[in-house]
């Protein structure tokens, strides 16, 4: 994205206060960005939210008033490499489909050489409306690039057709259009991941489990599949899975299943990525009937270790597999992480920090030094996207050739 000439159009709908996530998003990654706004958006977020964002002023009018001057539609259409209408209006969609071009925005997008997207938002019914689709048919056709929310996501199910997609969602779409589709430099290349919390059964309606979202373990894994290499994916309960014809979902429970799954492909991969957070104990005996808290009063669990599932099949591992775990510690000491790395013949750790304000659980960012123990070198990353956080684990395991 860096150097990129980004024209980012805004329509008057209720999703234009996530345009100023999208702007700060473009311009970090070091994209040149200009606002121009209809009129109606300018009700929905100021102008001067923008511009102090991005740093030229919006744009809005054909004319500026007090100058007289023009603002000319043409040249904005040239310098853009790319245009993207975020969100966008059925109004907009359905000018831009007919040539309507009654304000600075969809006569830019009629002026625009470069690729266009549009991140349509609406409630359901307009959504629904032939009249909508018939335009998002009509722009589509054209080649212009529609963005929807990814399927499968919880808000969707909540909120429905016709949300906007998220911000990080379309820049990652602007993202991907820019860098190409990615090297297939894994192709044959067998993984085998473990993602996700463990759920240790109590009784049949409570467990004992953890905060991992699988998230970070669901963007190795989609970054590992675009390159080409083949993943067996063994998740525990997680709200979103991996999509790739390349990943091979297997959905456990617990740590014994996560660890029965894991022995089974034993001998079938060449890199094993441990990114689950097991669960290190297990209910010696769990309940078959639910505990009635009137039959025990106080209640005490017996706990028995489980299968430390990276060092088990350490143990096993032959000298052609790679593997690579994760660490989270509360107060990080290298030296534990090296001695983790070599107890567990581990050749590679991923060391997240609690203490990291946007790293680990639930959030979306992480903040992570890698330790390998082919050169005992360390890497310390900045705050990042899980998804580039993941890209630059899967570069490091590239560049260390484990992979
Ligand atoms: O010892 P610790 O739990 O910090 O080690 C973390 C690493 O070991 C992670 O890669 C994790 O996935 C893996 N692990 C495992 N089975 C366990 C516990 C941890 O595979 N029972």
Redesign the pocket.
């Known amino acids: 994205m860096k150097g990129k000439k980004i024209v980012l159009g805004i329509t008057g709908s209720i999703a234009a206060y996530k345009s100023a996530v999208l702007a700060r998003l473009l311009v970090k990654a070091g994209a040149e960005v200009q606002v121009v706004m209809t009129p109606a958006a300018k009700e929905f977020i100021a102008p001067l939210t923008l511009s102090t964002l991005t740093g030229p002023a919006v744009l809005s009018e054909f004319f500026e008033e007090r100058s007289g001057s023009w603002n000319s539609h043409v040249d904005l259409g040239v310098w853009a490499d790319a245009m993207v209408i975020a969100p966008a209006t059925a109004s907009t969609l359905g000018k831009m489909a007919n040539g309507i071009a009654d304000n600075l925005l969809v006569t830019t997008y009629l002026s625009c050489r470069a690729p266009v997207f549009v991140a349509p938002a609406m409630d359901l019914d307009m959504f629904a409306h032939p009249s909508t689709k018939r335009s998002l048919e009509t722009l589509a056709s054209w080649g212009v690039h529609i963005i929807e929310p990814k399927e499968g996501e919880l808000a969707s199910h909540l909120v429905g057709k016709g949300r906007m997609a998220e911000p990080e969602e379309i820049f990652q779409t602007l993202e991907k259009y820019f860098d190409g589709p990615a090297k297939k430099t894994l192709e044959g290349l067998s993984v085998l991941m473990?993602s996700g919390p463990?759920y240790e059964k109590i009784d049949p309606v409570r467990f004992i489990g953890n905060y991992s979202s699988g998230k970070m373990g669901k963007a190795i894994a989609e970054e590992l599949a675009e390159r080409g290499a083949k993943v067996t994916f063994v998740s525990g309960p997680v709200e979103s899975l991996p999509k790739s014809d390349n990943i091979h979902v297997v959905s456990v429970e617990s740590?014994e299943e996560?660890?029965r799954a894991?022995l089974s492909v034993r001998d079938e991969y060449d890199v094993a990525?441990?990114?689950?957070?097991?669960?290190?104990y297990r209910v010696a005996t769990p309940n078959d009937h639910k505990i009635k808290r009137e039959q025990v009063g106080a209640l005490s669990l017996d706990l028995i270790?489980?299968?430390?599932?990276?060092?088990?099949?350490g143990k096993l591992k032959s000298a052609k597999q790679w593997h690579?775990?994760?660490?989270?510690?509360t107060n990080a000491e290298s030296e534990a992480v090296i001695d983790?790395m070599s107890r567990?013949h581990?050749d590679m750790?991923?060391l997240n920090s609690l203490q990291n304000e946007g790293a680990g659980f639930k959030v979306d960012t992480n903040k992570v030094t890698i330790f390998d123990a082919l050169n005992g070198g360390t890497v310390d990353l900045p705050l990042m996207s899980k998804r580039n956080v993941a890209k630059a684990i899967v570069d490091r395991m590239e560049e260390l050739r484990f992979i």
């Open positions: 473990t463990t740590a996560m660890y894991c990525v441990f990114c689950a957070a097991v669960a290190d270790p489980n299968p430390d599932i990276s060092a088990e099949l690579i775990g994760f660490a989270l510690e983790k567990k581990l750790i991923v």
